[in-house]
């Protein structure tokens, strides 16, 4: 056997090498209160937990409270009434599948069942069209303000509408949909109307928005992730319905074979009780005030941030980003917003690169987390020299041919040995190893149609677990 403390320090080089999760200069993926001690209660609180079952809350009754418990904090965070109910998920993309799970099986007599889509929805809602066969209604949103068109989403809505979707906020550009007239709409024809306030939920009740909660008429369902802006170990989101009779079709139960009778709320059947665990405790320890306090440090941090962008030559912000996520584009043509993100990275920050996508263009989002208090001002000094640097060096140039060339591809009758090709082409053929600097790479991602992405990177990803 290895020591422990051997096994941990490998542990810790290996981890050595990751973006660092605190201190507020990652800013995608991870999410950080700077509250001292609290990754130590969670992770004492997950060791209490981490064996415990979900899959049998009547065996292991201390979960069931758990969850109840964080449901109803959700709950009461965002509206709820006395009916609403909810589930603890994995996460923000399983309480999205679920929704849209929950809202097909509702509805049986749909041969055909569709979904209508702000096209800034996050992408959890293709993945959940992708596995349960639903079709994707997109709707094209504001090209300005990037929010949805209450007129165009409800023109969308059919006989065959199973769910519409909004964000509370988006990912992308951080702006809040429209929520009553498009819940509204949704009503008034039979649909169910999902608030994908996954990323901002914690936080919106805090800031100065529409509504957007089930004080809101027609909204049906709401997903809301405590591993974001409740600042909990990854691993915990929450999925409530605004009652027990529209969260039954997202149950799963089989008894058609000789073991157990399989009873699941979510896509999992064993559930750990640790991420639960540890939220719960999370919850209790911050509190009320203590996330009114959190939410505005990271909405104060958030908007010193988008002043500060606006005041930056040659960068600007896209829409009015109402919460803490920041979608930061070039105002001309002088240099690559990718080349920002790499500069950014030499001066140890992370930002996050997102190609053009319809009305949006490249940009960089920055998800803005209580952790970024009181560092805005270097963030912004980096931001601007980082941006200086870029246009020394010019925009990154794929020549012509080569986007023809990309263009012409056709994801679906390309070898294997043409997509190793294309992965050495890109920048991406070193045995999963990225390049240092990712500009040119993702120059040449852009150019390639969304579907042939998707192919190469599916590749990549094969690359890397291998
Ligand atoms: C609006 C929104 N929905 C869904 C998700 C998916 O959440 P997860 O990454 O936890 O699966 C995210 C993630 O950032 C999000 O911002």
Same mark, same amino acid.
């Given at each position: 056997m290895t020591a422990p403390d051997d096994v941990l320090a490998e542990l810790r080089a290996?981890?050595?090498?990751?973006?660092?999760?605190?201190?507020?200069?990652?800013?995608?993926?991870?999410?950080?209160?700077?509250?001292?001690?609290?990754?130590?209660?969670?992770?004492?609180?997950?060791?209490l937990a981490s064996s415990v079952n979900g899959l049998d809350p009547t065996a292991f009754p201390s979960l069931l409270r758990l969850e109840n418990d964080v449901v109803a904090t959700a709950a009461r965070l965002l509206g709820g009434t006395a009916a609403t109910v909810g589930t603890v998920t994995s996460g923000g993309t399983e309480s999205c599948l679920l929704a849209v799970l929950a809202a097909r099986e509702s509805r049986p007599g749909v041969a055909a069942p569709s979904m209508v889509l702000p096209e800034t929805a996050h992408a959890a809602f293709h993945k959940a069209a992708h596995y349960f066969g639903v079709r994707v209604v997109a709707v094209p949103v504001d090209p300005k303000t990037f929010r949805a068109d209450p007129d165009a989403m409800a023109a969308a809505i059919t006989d065959d509408t199973v769910l519409v979707v909004v964000s509370a906020p988006s990912y992308a550009h951080g702006v809040v949909d429209p929520v009553e007239p498009i819940a509204a709409a949704a009503r008034e024809r039979g649909a169910r109307c999902h608030v994908d306030a996954c990323i901002g939920g914690w936080i919106l009740p805090h800031a100065d928005v529409e509504p957007f909660d089930f004080s809101v008429p027609g909204v049906t369902s709401i997903s809301v992730d405590l591993h974001k802006y409740a600042y909990c170990p990854k691993g915990t989101s929450v999925l409530l319905h605004a009652d027990a009779a529209l969260r039954r079709a997202q149950y799963f139960a089989s008894a058609d074979w000789p073991g157990y009778t399989m009873l699941n709320?979510? $896509?999992?059947?064993?559930?750990?009780? /640790?991420?639960?665990?540890?939220?719960? #405790?999370?919850l209790r320890h911050i509190g009320d005030d203590g996330y009114r306090d959190l939410a505005r440090r990271a909405l104060a941090s958030a908007r010193l941030i988008r002043d500060g962008v606006d005041g930056i030559a040659g960068l600007r912000v896209l829409g009015a980003p109402e919460s803490t996520l920041i979608a930061v584009t070039a105002t001309g043509e002088d240099f690559d917003v990718f080349t920002v993100a790499d500069e950014m990275?030499?001066?140890?920050?992370?930002?996050?690169?997102?190609?053009?996508?319809?009305?949006?263009?490249?940009?960089?989002?920055? $998800?803005?987390?209580?952790?970024?208090? /009181?560092?805005?001002?270097?963030?912004? #000094?980096?931001?601007?020299?980082s941006v200086a640097a870029a246009v020394a060096a010019g925009p990154v140039a794929v020549a012509p041919e080569v986007v023809a060339a990309i263009g012409a591809l056709d994801p679906d009758s390309l070898t294997p040995q043409e997509f190793a090709g294309l992965l050495a082409a890109a920048g991406l053929g070193g045995g999963g190893v990225l390049p240092e600097r990712m500009a040119t790479v993702n120059a040449l991602l852009a150019a390639a149609p969304p579907a042939l992405r998707e192919r190469i990177l599916v590749e990549f990803l094969g690359v890397l677990y291998s």
């Amino acid at each position: 056997m290895t020591a422990p403390d051997d096994v941990l320090a490998e542990l810790r080089a290996l981890r050595a090498g990751d973006l660092p999760t605190h201190g507020g200069r990652t800013l995608a993926y991870v999410y950080d209160s700077a509250v001292p001690g609290l990754d130590d209660l969670a992770a004492r609180a997950h060791a209490l937990a981490s064996s415990v079952n979900g899959l049998d809350p009547t065996a292991f009754p201390s979960l069931l409270r758990l969850e109840n418990d964080v449901v109803a904090t959700a709950a009461r965070l965002l509206g709820g009434t006395a009916a609403t109910v909810g589930t603890v998920t994995s996460g923000g993309t399983e309480s999205c599948l679920l929704a849209v799970l929950a809202a097909r099986e509702s509805r049986p007599g749909v041969a055909a069942p569709s979904m209508v889509l702000p096209e800034t929805a996050h992408a959890a809602f293709h993945k959940a069209a992708h596995y349960f066969g639903v079709r994707v209604v997109a709707v094209p949103v504001d090209p300005k303000t990037f929010r949805a068109d209450p007129d165009a989403m409800a023109a969308a809505i059919t006989d065959d509408t199973v769910l519409v979707v909004v964000s509370a906020p988006s990912y992308a550009h951080g702006v809040v949909d429209p929520v009553e007239p498009i819940a509204a709409a949704a009503r008034e024809r039979g649909a169910r109307c999902h608030v994908d306030a996954c990323i901002g939920g914690w936080i919106l009740p805090h800031a100065d928005v529409e509504p957007f909660d089930f004080s809101v008429p027609g909204v049906t369902s709401i997903s809301v992730d405590l591993h974001k802006y409740a600042y909990c170990p990854k691993g915990t989101s929450v999925l409530l319905h605004a009652d027990a009779a529209l969260r039954r079709a997202q149950y799963f139960a089989s008894a058609d074979w000789p073991g157990y009778t399989m009873l699941n709320s979510t $896509t999992q059947s064993t559930r750990s009780g /640790g991420p639960l665990a540890a939220a719960w #405790a999370v919850l209790r320890h911050i509190g009320d005030d203590g996330y009114r306090d959190l939410a505005r440090r990271a909405l104060a941090s958030a908007r010193l941030i988008r002043d500060g962008v606006d005041g930056i030559a040659g960068l600007r912000v896209l829409g009015a980003p109402e919460s803490t996520l920041i979608a930061v584009t070039a105002t001309g043509e002088d240099f690559d917003v990718f080349t920002v993100a790499d500069e950014m990275r030499a001066r140890n920050w992370y930002v996050q690169p997102q190609f053009a996508h319809r009305s949006s263009p490249a940009n960089l989002h920055l $998800t803005v987390t209580a952790a970024n208090a /009181g560092n805005e001002d270097e963030l912004l #000094a980096d931001l601007r020299d980082s941006v200086a640097a870029a246009v020394a060096a010019g925009p990154v140039a794929v020549a012509p041919e080569v986007v023809a060339a990309i263009g012409a591809l056709d994801p679906d009758s390309l070898t294997p040995q043409e997509f190793a090709g294309l992965l050495a082409a890109a920048g991406l053929g070193g045995g999963g190893v990225l390049p240092e600097r990712m500009a040119t790479v993702n120059a040449l991602l852009a150019a390639a149609p969304p579907a042939l992405r998707e192919r190469i990177l599916v590749e990549f990803l094969g690359v890397l677990y291998s």
